[in-house]
């Protein structure tokens, strides 16, 4: 059975089309991923289907009754509530079906026979929802869940304004499953969360018996939970059945097979069109001629993909610093509370070390406390002689509002329209995307952009908080080719051991140090 149904849909941003005339279903039990590269439009498909966004054509279908739970990375959290609270908020329904049954235990009392016989229907099927439901071990699921999730480790009475990226998602992530929905709509929900919360949630995914729709670049995670895949690409959604190293196998013999069908066409196209041109002129050949010209005309012409631009990443090396990069004695990090019990560290010229530990533990106070950009709570810390530091953030912090060619612009005020077009197109984004407003760009079009601002600049230290959030599996693989080429010091937060672990030369465990350990 469908319980979504999308028909003939077409959308774009401005001249830029993302999807044409598409199709798509999703049937109980199916446990969809959608692929492709950065830029495609996964999360717009995602956006459009939960009605975030309106389409330029096409309809979305809904089965009735079904109820759909989306993970949006960017949903904004009320500032002032508890995190508890924001689970509670899973429970909505379930209150207030619980309230309408005291109001109807009220109205009983002065109904007449008719209304009595209306309000004790409802009343039943109000008693039934809620017995068959979380209602009465609420705080039980909301605690198990928070457990899971690694949130009660830090207390489930911390503001929501206090937490991090990573937490953050931990809790929209805790009060979609809570909500239990019947359907999950996942856009990278592996992003920012530790190892073990990633297996938590692989082996939830694993059991899930409805049907979700997830997207994510971690390939391993992707396959261990899906067995249908869907492919965004070149304005089309394409269905693959199985897991996702199938989808590569078929994927790939397509390919192969469509490449060997165009050349065989192309060929006999040039020789069609050579008989053509030397015998249209003559009398005798020229009914040939016409006929050849004709089964030209006829073709079904076989149209190659077009292939995503790959990015070139490189880091410029600047002068060298002084042996000492960064080195601090009892230094405790935080904010309003401590995050950490002082330690010392040292970063030495020319190591690159990765910054590891659950997350809300104080990894990116610590970076943005040895750049200087919030003060540490005690202790001293160094900064080494002629540094040029490159630090890309967790978080886009760049206007939304203008475009990528005007967000370079700003950066290199000196660079022509010629030389910011350049360099934005070696980061893999094309002449669209050069023109789009940031707001409309995926997160990984966003990233390379950043990265594209550390690019053209001389750094000896890149600090880089959370570099491949976002990032399809091309361009990480370019990214970490790269750092691994970058002959100046690296200091990187990566919840990604499979990336970094060719990159650095060290570790720093933030757990030893960290006063929460989740």
């Known amino acids: 059975m469908s319980l979504l149904s999308v028909e003939h849909l077409s959308h774009g941003f401005g001249d830029r089309a993302i999807f044409e005339d598409i199709s798509f279903r999703l049937n109980r039990g199916e446990h969809i991923g959608l692929v492709g590269a950065n830029g495609e439009g996964k999360s717009t498909f995602m956006s459009i289907v939960t009605n975030h966004l ?32 924001v689970l509670g908020q899973a429970f909505d329904a379930l209150n207030q079906k619980q309230a309408r049954l005291e109001e109807i235990y009220v ?44 949130l009660t480790a830090f207390g489930l009475d911390t503001d929501v304004t206090a937490l991090s990226g990573g937490q953050r998602t931990k809790v929209l992530l805790a009060k979609l499953l809570l909500e239990k929905p019947d359907i999950l709509l996942l856009d990278e929900p592996t992003n920012y969360l530790d190892i073990e919360h990633i297996t938590w949630l692989k082996q939830y995914l694993q059991g899930y018996e409805n049907a979700f729709i997830l997207i994510s670049h971690d390939t391993s995670f992707m396959n261990d939970v899906i067995n249908v895949v869907y492919l965004v690409s070149n304005c089309r ?22 490449e060997s069908a165009y050349e065989r066409q192309q060929s006999e196209i040039a020789a069609l069109k050579d008989f053509v041109a030397r015998n249209k002129a003559r009398v005798s050949t020229r009914n040939m001629a016409m006929s050849r010209q004709k089964k030209i005309d006829r073709m079904d012409m076989i ?62 106070t610590l970076l943005k406390s040895l750049l200087g950009l919030i003060p540490a709570l005690s202790g001293d810390h160094q900064t080494g002689e002629y540094l040029s530091v490159g630090y890309f953030e967790q978080e886009n912090t760049a206007r939304h509002d203008i475009t990528c060619l ?6 290199y005020p000196s660079m022509s329209v010629g030389e910011l077009r350049a360099a934005l197109a070696r980061c893999g984004l094309t002449n669209k995307h050069i023109d789009s407003k940031v707001s409309v760009l995926s997160g990984g079009e966003q990233a390379k952009l950043r990265f594209c601002k550390l690019m ?11 570099p491949t959030n976002h990032l399809d599996t091309v361009a990480k693989d370019v990214l970490k ?24 030369t060290g570790t720093w465990d933030a757990g030893a140090w960290a006063l929460k350990l989740h």
């Open 107 to 150: 109205l009983l009392g002065e109904a007449d026979e008719d209304t009595m016989t209306a309000l004790m229907e409802e009343m039943g099927e109000l008693q039934t929802g809620i017995e068959h439901s979380d209602y009465f071990t609420m705080d039980a699921k909301i605690e198990e869940t928070a457990a899971a999730l690694g």
């Open 54 to 85: 309106e389409p330029d054509e096409g309809s979305i279908q809904w089965t009735r009754g079904i109820e759909a739970g989306y993970l949006d990375q960017h949903a904004i959290l009320t500032p002032g509530l508890s995190i508890r609270n």
């Open 456 to 466: 053209n600049r001389r750094h000896n230290l890149l600090v880089l908080d959370e």
């Open 406 to 411: 005007e967000a370079l612009g700003e950066e």
């Open 481 to 504: 080719d790269a750092l691994k080429n970058y002959m100046g010091t690296i200091l990187m937060v990566c919840h990604e051991p499979e990336f970094f672990e060719d990159i650095v």
């Open 237 to 258: 959604l394409e269905r693959y059945a199985g897991d996702y190293d199938h989808f590569l196998e078929v994927y790939e013999v397509q390919k192969a097979q469509k």
């Open 303 to 364: 149209e190659l993909d077009r292939e995503r631009p790959v990015p070139v990443f490189s880091f410029q090396t600047d002068r060298a610093p002084g042996r000492i990069v960064f080195e601090a004695k009892d230094l405790v990090i935080g904010y309003d509370e401590p995050l950490s019990r002082p330690f010392d560290l040292l970063l030495e010229r020319g190591q690159k070390i990765s910054l590891v530990g659950a997350n809300g533990i104080g990894k990116t």
